[in-house]
């Protein structure tokens, strides 16, 4: 089959590039350094030895990969809001000056308040803890994609205008064949952005706000990663925290990966050639 | 071979001021010259001069503080319409090309009718291929604009212009950022496409060469505010090529003009104009 030849052929490539490595002999010093740390009794973080053993216990513990999905299913949950709320909000601005002269001043109020400074207030005014970490998760990717239309359709060559105008586009067709796919180059960076806003939320918010009430499989544990890291340090558990950090990181990256992936496929014409 | 008998804009008085009546700057003043029906009109002038201001003001992008422009026998702006509404008799190849990167070389050259309206969507890629053939550059059809020349970006510009059949084709210093080389084949592709075409080109450029060798009439303007200072009449034969360069007659017209135009650099270089 040729697509499996091309990944033979393109992961024989990777190993044969300096770059790929660069990276990898840089991660095996670190992971070394940190093993003598470790057992010198430098640094009390747990040393990667213990961290591997205790990921392999937990590997198979429904608990832990349960805890991965509850903080999935609500980072995804807010980013989707955000993206779904936050397009059409920010090309609304950048569309009307009057909508923005309306929204902009409220918004630039609020932006400067840190997700996490909501966690009490959602958790009041939500109906269930879910959704009060949700709403936080929410707000953590919301204002870095508005942020990021408005600035994008803003920026927009007036020449593309200009030109779309004068071969008779109506204003119907400004927007969707000009306004629209100038801007989604600047959404795919809000979105790559926001997303990572969110698993840093998340994890936060599930530490305050203690989990959530879908915590109810494997006990405490299944209150999301978040809870997860403080659930362990609660329990003493010091390679479960590095296990949980580790867990978001990988998280994090997965995310952003696959959205830059995403990204890439709407914007055909930005590919390198 | 379509031959529009029509397609003159007659620029009459045409004063345009930035700012206010008394303390703005005056960019064209007291503008009077033709441009005649399927010509070449070139506009030269030092950068800064105004001569951007006047295509805007045809192309509908600004409005025009006094006088009149006609297109044919319709009032593009004068008294009670100082902005003319852009529309695809005019159409506009920018200095920078204003290709849109989002869509492909086809796509763009099918914009105008799609839009319009004009043409079903099938239609227009049938249509868009065809002119792109034309101009030999069929092979581009599925490129993106940042994957081609700017040269050839020049020229897909061009064919997605004569798409709308425009009456008028405004040319901003399209060779403007290519080298001389590229340039001069650029000038006998779009004596190609007037050849075939025969339609009205009005050509903003500060290279008199390239003025010479493309205008049926050179429009030397000062520099601000701007208003022609000579018109030159070139009669050399269409279709020309590149050995029209070196003829005697060529040589004649530039020395005749060159000038001119060294003067008004000369003004707006001591004024500060800056190239932008």
């Known amino acids: 089959m040729t697509g499996t030849a091309a990944l033979a052929e393109r992961t024989y490539q990777l190993l044969l590039s300096v770059r790929f490595w660069r ?90 308040i840190p997700p996490l400074a909501w966690v009490p207030a959602a958790i009041i005014f939500w109906p269930t803890q879910e959704l009060s970490i949700m709403f936080v998760t929410f707000l953590g990717a919301f204002y870095t994609i508005v942020i990021n239309v408005i600035g994008g359709a803003q920026t927009i060559d007036l020449r593309y205008y200009q030109a779309a105008r004068s071969m008779g586009s109506s204003g119907w067709d400004v927007f969707r064949r000009i306004i629209l796919p100038g801007t989604v180059p600047s959404i795919v960076v809000g979105a790559t952005v926001g997303i990572g806003i969110a ?16 915590g109810s499989m494997g006990g405490a544990k299944g209150g999301g990663l978040g809870f997860f890291i403080w659930n362990s340090y609660v329990g003493g558990s010091y390679t479960q925290i590095v296990v949980g950090m580790i867990s978001i990181g990988v998280a994090g990256y997965i995310s952003s990966a696959a959205l830059r992936k995403l990204g890439e496929m709407v914007t055909p014409w930005l590919r390198e050639q | 071979m379509r031959r529009p008998s029509k397609g003159e804009i007659r620029i009459a008085n045409v004063v345009k001021i930035y700012g206010s009546e008394e303390v703005g700057i005056r960019a064209v003043d007291d503008c009077t010259f033709d441009v005649p029906a399927g010509k070449i009109t070139v506009v030269v002038g030092p950068s800064g001069c105004g001569k951007t201001t006047l295509l805007n003001a045809i192309a509908g992008f600004h409005s025009i503080t006094s006088g009149t422009i006609h297109l044919d ?63 030999g550059l069929h092979n581009l059809e599925s490129n993106y604009p940042g994957e081609i020349s700017s040269g050839m970006r020049r020229r897909v510009e061009i064919a997605r212009a004569l798409m709308n059949d425009p009456k008028v084709l405004l040319l901003d210093e399209p060779y403007r950022a290519l080298d001389s080389l590229t340039k001069s084949v650029m000038h006998e592709a ?81 004024a500060g104009e800056r190239e932008r």
């Open chain 1, 23 to 112: 990276g990898a002999v840089a991660t095996i010093v670190f992971i070394v350094l940190w093993e003598i740390a470790a057992r010198a009794g430098i640094s009390r973080v747990p040393a990667p030895s213990a961290v591997v053993v205790t990921f392999n216990d937990l590997m198979r513990d429904p608990s832990y990969w349960f805890s991965w999905y509850l903080s999935t299913r609500r980072v995804f949950a807010g980013f989707l809001i955000a993206m779904l709320v936050g397009i059409p909000l920010g090309l609304a601005m950048a569309v009307s000056r009057a909508f923005y002269g309306v929204v902009f001043p409220v918004f630039e109020v609020l932006r400067p």
């Open chain 2, 73 to 135: 026998d319709l009032m593009l702006c004068g008294p009670g319409r100082a902005q003319a509404d852009p529309g695809p008799d005019r159409i506009v190849v920018f200095q920078n090309g204003a290709l849109f990167p989002w869509k492909t070389i086809v796509e763009n050259v099918a914009f105008g009718p799609i839009v319009q309206g004009r043409l079903p969507r099938k239609e227009a890629f049938d249509k868009a291929r065809r002119m792109l053939a034309e101009s």
């Open chain 1, 199 to 214: 698993w840093a939320v998340v994890v936060a918010a599930e530490m305050i706000s203690g989990g959530g009430s879908a």
């Open chain 2, 190 to 270: 779009l004596l190609e496409v007037f050849d075939r075409n025969q339609v009205t080109i009005f050509f903003i450029t500060h290279d008199l060469e390239e003025a010479i060798f493309l205008g049926h009439r050179v429009v030397i303007m000062t520099t601000r505010p701007c208003r022609p200072k000579k018109i030159l009449t070139v009669d050399i034969p269409h279709p020309r090529d590149y050995s029209v360069l070196t003829a005697k007659r060529f040589r004649e017209y530039l020395d005749e003009t060159v000038e001119a135009v060294h003067e008004e650099a000369l003004k707006a270089f001591a």
